[in-house]
């Protein structure tokens, strides 16, 4: 009797799939899956928070990073500070790499300066060396002022601490005031002196005097 | 104006110094400057400029921003002013752009053609073309000298 019992209880007892080994076995694999993902999703919040640490404290702020051939660039970076006088600047850039030989120096592309004597300063391509906050522009230096003058040379090296811009390479300029082409200039006190040295010639056009009539 | 002749003065030196809050622009070395048919050639040239107001509620920046209209010029070293007709020189020479004035001193030579006026200070008006000679001193030999050169009537040998 107890045999056809038991066989009773087999047939209305749900049917066990697994064996107890392929349970167990089952069950630690579940473990090891869980175990990995936990891991990837620390290791990714961690990349992640980490890079957003680094920009903050080297006062660079990146949308994203490309670690291409081993060398971080960062997109559309921007650099902030307060020169001498505690006027601010930001220095923007499509794009910036920091240069091999130097980790002080970050090599710009399209770099431009929105700073108060010179108002916006922009170029093809650019060095801002962190160290001694200059900035050195190449090829198309463009430097335009709110008063319209606007300045054109191929160099210029900004002292952004100093409120000072060297150039040593021929500029062309254009405003209100007139016309000027010189061998190099040089910006001090915070713009109010420019010194332009070497085959200078101006052309002022002499506006008529206020009669005041 | 440098000239009769209104239009932009053009100015050529070896260096330029522009100092903005002082509204005021210094060429040093070899200065040539010419507008229209005259020139100036000095050591040194002083530019200075009406001051501009800023607008109401804003501040001057940037390079030239608080500069207006040309004031004055002042040619110091040796300075030459010519014109198409009249040369001149002298130590020190000042342009005066309200009342549209030369005013040149120090050992001034003045030639026309080929006459020679000699006196301490010469006054061009510019607009009038009018030239005038003076001397500081009323002594014998220092006062206004010329040397007027007449052509000779035909004929006469």
């Known amino acids: ?213 | 104006q440098l000239s009769g002749q209104s239009g932009p003065i053009q100015i050529e030196a070896d260096t330029l110094e522009f100092l903005d809050k002082q509204s005021k622009a210094i060429y040093m070395g070899n200065v040539d400057a010419i507008q229209g048919d005259a020139r100036i050639r000095t050591d040194k040239l002083t530019i200075l400029f009406e001051e501009k107001q800023p607008a109401e509620g804003q501040a001057n920046s940037g390079i030239g921003s608080g500069v207006g209209a040309v004031k004055q010029l002042v040619a110091e070293g040796s300075v030459f002013y010519m014109t198409p007709n009249e040369q001149a020189k002298g130590n020190r020479g000042v342009y005066n752009y309200q009342n549209d004035t030369i005013v040149l001193t120090g050992d001034v030579i003045v030639t026309r053609g080929e006459n020679v006026i000699v006196g301490d200070r010469l006054v061009i008006e510019v607009g009038s073309g009018k030239s005038t000679v003076s001397a500081n001193s009323k002594k014998k030999g220092e006062r206004v000298r010329t040397v007027l050169v007449t052509e000779e009537a035909d004929g006469e040998e």
């Not at chain 1, 038991?6 to 049917?15: G, H, L, N, S, V």
């Not at chain 1, 992640?48 to 060398?71: H, K, Q, R």
């Open chain 1, 1 to 213: 009797m107890s045999a056809i019992a038991a066989t009773q209880e087999d047939f209305w007892a749900p049917k066990r799939r697994l064996s107890l080994e392929q349970a167990r076995k089952r069950s630690d694999l579940v473990r090891f899956l869980r175990m990995l993902f936990t891991t990837i999703a620390a290791i990714s919040a961690g990349v992640m928070i980490g890079s957003l640490a680094y920009s903050v404290i080297s006062g660079e702020t990146a949308s994203t990073i490309d670690a291409g051939d081993n060398m971080v660039t960062m997109q559309n970076p921007r650099f902030s500070g307060r020169d001498a006088t505690g006027q601010p600047y930001v220095i923007t850039a499509s794009s910036a790499k920091r240069n091999g030989a130097n980790p002080a120096i970050v090599e710009l592309v399209s770099p431009s300066l929105d700073e108060s004597i010179t108002g916006t300063v922009s170029a093809p391509r650019g060095e801002f060396d962190q160290a001694t906050q200059q900035l050195e522009l190449f090829d198309d230096v463009i430097m335009t002022d709110s008063s319209g003058m606007r300045f054109s040379t191929t160099h210029a090296r900004l002292f952004v601490q100093e409120n000072r811009v060297v150039g040593v390479q021929p500029l062309t300029g254009e405003g209100p005031i007139g016309k000027i082409r010189a061998d190099s200039y040089e910006i001090l006190d915070g713009g109010d002196r420019v010194i332009f040295k070497g085959n200078v010639w101006t052309e002022l056009e002499p506006s008529e005097p206020d009669t005041g009539e």
